[in-house]
């Protein structure tokens, strides 16, 4: 298991690396001279070489790399080049929306989808089973925004249950906060479950057929203690790489609510910024959501090991 | 006891002919959606950027306006029809290349095996980066549209071709024939393209059209947040996109896009699932 862990850990690194170059180069290859824009259209080219200097971005692209990524090791993820706030700062304010959001969808569909994908699975032959498999088709085909305006339009216009959209801090009123979260965490987490709701069908369906099920059940156990015991620890394994697919996804459903129940997270900073080239702040954001979602994976990876032995010998 | 019995029988039993519906249904729904981008490359009822504000919010169903038109009294059926036809070719063209690219990488990382290890963890790095995050810097940056669009999509869907491709082509290639064209003297291109690629090539179809199907959904998606497709062009996500900022999202024309994209993406997997079926009939037999 250490050795396996270690493994893991520097696969962790290496793609990390290697994704800050990609982020890097890609931010700073399209765009575009960035003094210029900071400056505005009625800037001298002395004034933009001027302001460049100042800024650092004149210096070769690796020299300005490496300075960016000792700095973001070292917890310094820069700051913007106007407000001169801190781009540390910058993230942390929208965290109580983003992480909250996506970690509630990301539960909520594991909740809605291990249950009920089993359900599916045990009823295939039975009308119950192929109603959810038929729910599940359709809500994979539905797009998340879709489903938030359907939602809020459903729960906040007509219901008057939830509001339709904004945000209340959590400092301000707990409840308040609560409440702003329900309907976007509902919408990611059901759009999430359907998806995770066909694979975990699927991959019971596949094992139910397995010897070892069959010798389960011949040793006894009945057919639910055999599903439960043999064949969800076995399904699983398909189902923890469904996961670290879904974490990609999730970071993309949250994006888009945001911007369906207008939150104040981390999609409207990273558009305000890349619009601002606020060329620091963007990478070192997008580095923290790289690094969020490698982490949701790792974790995901050494679960993986944990459920399955063969995996921890390596391949 | 009798129940496990039953069991036993049942998979002795010869495979019960499977329905070919979801083939049948799925095939027709993408035809006609097809069709219906095909028909709006040559005519539409009215030019999709030509406003006219005395015919602002008409109702579905006035007589030349099928499905009203908008707060702009733009033609709402010509925009639907262009947005399919945006949607078809967006989701197509991603998956097309990635297919391609993908194909190409997973067989060389499955026959050179100096090659496997590099070609799998770029891949795997790919994979780990929210792609919908990069499609937003991307589109900030160098501009939004159909190129900045399709770029991102393909840069987010190749890897999961490359894995599938990878892992089909070495089932293929540890197979006996396949040592016998090897010591026939085979080359590895010769038993690339004459047995590991036909043997792959229905995995790759499913594949296409599961990930087509993700292309229309990301599309919209990042249409909807306005970093997709821009006017002059017109997409089903930006539709949505305009719907809710102009009007609210109480308005019926909030709905007709919303559909039109559950349609063409629920006909694209069924007909994915249809053909899976129908390529291989064992595996429906065990999965469903």
């Known amino acids: 298991m250490g050795r396996f862990i270690l493994r893991r850990l520097a696969f962790f690194a290496i793609t990390l690396l290697t994704t800050s170059v990609l982020i890097f180069t890609l931010i700073r290859a399209a765009g575009g001279n960035v003094a210029a824009i900071l400056l505005g259209k009625n800037s001298s080219a002395e004034e933009i070489h001027k302001l460049s200097t100042e800024l650092g971005l004149e210096r070769p692209l690796p020299v300005q790399y490496f300075e960016w990524m000792g700095n973001f090791l070292h917890g310094n993820l820069g700051q913007a080049f106007r407000s001169k706030q801190l781009a540390s700062h910058l993230i942390w304010s929208q965290a109580p929306v983003s992480v909250p959001l996506s970690l509630g969808g990301l539960i909520l569909a594991i909740i809605i989808a291990i249950p009920l994908g089993t359900f599916a699975a045990k009823n295939f032959n039975r009308p119950s089973g192929a109603f959810v498999a038929v729910l599940s088709q359709i809500g994979i085909a539905v797009p998340v925004f ?14 008057h249950l939830l509001p339709t959209g904004g945000w209340v801090p959590w400092s301000e009123n707990f409840v308040g906060a609560l409440r702003s979260l329900a309907l976007p965490v509902f919408t990611l987490g059901i759009v999430m479950a359907s998806t995770l709701t066909r694979y975990t069908r699927t991959a019971i369906l596949d094992v139910m057929n397995e010897d070892f099920v069959r010798t389960a059940r011949a040793s006894g156990m009945s057919r639910r203690v055999a599903l439960i015991k043999v064949g969800l620890r076995n399904a699983s394994l398909p189902l923890v790489t469904v996961l670290g697919l879904l974490a990609a996804e999730m970071v993309g459903g949250t994006v888009i609510i945001e911007k369906v129940y207008s939150l104040p997270g981390i999609s409207r900073m990273i558009l305000d910024n890349v619009t601002a080239r606020e060329v620091v702040v963007v990478q070192s954001t997008v580095m923290v959501i790289v690094v969020y979602v490698m982490t949701i994976n790792l974790i995901i990876d050494l679960a993986y090991g944990l459920l399955d032995p063969r995996i921890r010998v390596g391949k | 006891m009798s129940e ?126 929210p ?76 594949q296409f059209t599961i990930y087509f199907a993700a292309g229309v959904l990301s599309e919209a998606g990042l249409s909807f947040l306005g970093v997709g497709i821009n006017r002059p062009s017109v ?47 064992r595996f429906s037999q065990r999965v469903r």
């Open chain 1, 146 to 159: 879709w489903a938030g305006l359907l939602l809020s339009l459903v729960f906040g216009v007509h219901l």
């Open chain 2, 4 to 129: 496990m019995m039953q069991s036993v029988k049942n998979s002795l039993k010869r495979p019960r002919k499977k329905s070919r519906l979801p083939l049948i249904v799925g095939a027709s729904i993408t035809l006609v959606m097809v069709i219906i981008g095909v028909i709006s490359m040559f005519w539409i009822p009215q030019d999709v950027n030509v406003s006219d504000p005395s015919i602002r919010m008409l109702p579905i169903g006035t007589p030349h306006h099928l499905f009203g038109t908008d707060f702009l009294g733009r033609d709402v059926t010509s925009m639907l029809m262009t947005g399919v036809r945006t949607s078809v070719i967006i989701g197509a063209s991603a998956a097309f290349l990635s297919l391609f690219i993908g194909t190409l990488f997973g067989m060389l990382a499955a026959s050179i095996s100096k090659l496997d290890e590099p070609i799998m963890r770029t891949a795997d790095i790919f994979m780990a980066m």
């Open chain 2, 235 to 281: 997409s089903l996500g930006m539709m949505l996109h305009e719907a809710v900022e102009q009007i609210g999202i109480t308005d019926p024309l909030g709905v007709w896009p919303g559909l039109g994209i559950v349609i063409l993406v629920i006909g694209l997997n069924l007909l994915g699932d249809g053909l899976r079926d129908y390529f291989d009939p």
């Open chain 2, 131 to 206: 792609g919908i995050i990069f499609a937003l810097v991307l589109a900030s940056t160098i501009g939004a549209g159909y190129v900045t669009t399709i770029f991102a999509l393909t840069s987010f869907f190749t890897p999961a071709f490359v894995r599938v491709t990878r892992a089909s082509s070495m089932r293929v290639l540890s197979e006996d024939y396949i040592s016998v064209a090897r010591l026939y003297g085979r080359s590895r291109l010769f038993i690339t393209f004459r047995h590991v690629l036909p043997n792959v090539s229905s995995i790759l179809i499913v």
